[in-house]
C-alpha cells in the first residue's frame, strides 16, 4: 500500500526554523518527481517547493525562495522541507506530494501528482 507521511510541524517564533520530513513507501520514490504544498486556512493551495527524481533543480515559491530548501534522500525514500527565517505568513499546513512522472511543470498542477500525505501544521507566532 502507498504511504506518504509528512512530520516536523510545530509551532515555532518568527525568525525560527523547523525542518519537515515526508517518508514515502508503497511506490518508486526515485522515480518521482517530489513536492511540498502548502495551505492555510481559507485560502488556496500554494506550491512551496519541488524538485524532480533523482535530484537536480529545485524550484522554489517566490514567498520562500533563498529562506526554504528542499531537497531527498533516495536510499530512505524521505523528503525534506528545511525551513529557516520563519515568517508568520508561513503558517499552514504542509503537504507532500508525490508526481505521476519523474519531472513536473513549474508551478506544478495538482492532477500531476499522484499521491499525497495527510499533512503536517506549521504555526510561526511569537
Known amino acids: 500500500a502507498v504511504r506518504v507521511v509528512e512530520s516536523g510541524g510545530g509551532l515555532v517564533q518568527p525568525g525560527g526554523s523547523l525542518r519537515l520530513s515526508c517518508v514515502a513507501s508503497g511506490f518508486a520514490f526515485s522515480r518521482r518527481a517530489m513536492s511540498w504544498v502548502r495551505q492555510a486556512p481559507g485560502e488556496d493551495l500554494e506550491w512551496v517547493a519541488a524538485i524532480p527524481a533523482r535530484g537536480g533543480r529545485t524550484f522554489y515559491a517566490d514567498s520562500v525562495k533563498g529562506r526554504f530548501t528542499i531537497s531527498q534522500d533516495n536510499a530512505e525514500n524521505t523528503l525534506y522541507l528545511q525551513m529557516n527565517s520563519l515568517k508568520p505568513e508561513d503558517t499552514a499546513m504542509y503537504y507532500c506530494?508525490?508526481?505521476?512522472?519523474?519531472?513536473?511543470?513549474?508551478?506544478?498542477?495538482?492532477?500531476?501528482?499522484?499521491?499525497w500525505g495527510q499533512g503536517t501544521q506549521v504555526t510561526v507566532s511569537s
Open positions: 506530494a508525490a508526481a505521476e512522472l519523474g519531472y513536473m511543470g513549474w508551478p506544478p498542477r495538482s492532477p500531476e501528482f499522484a499521491y
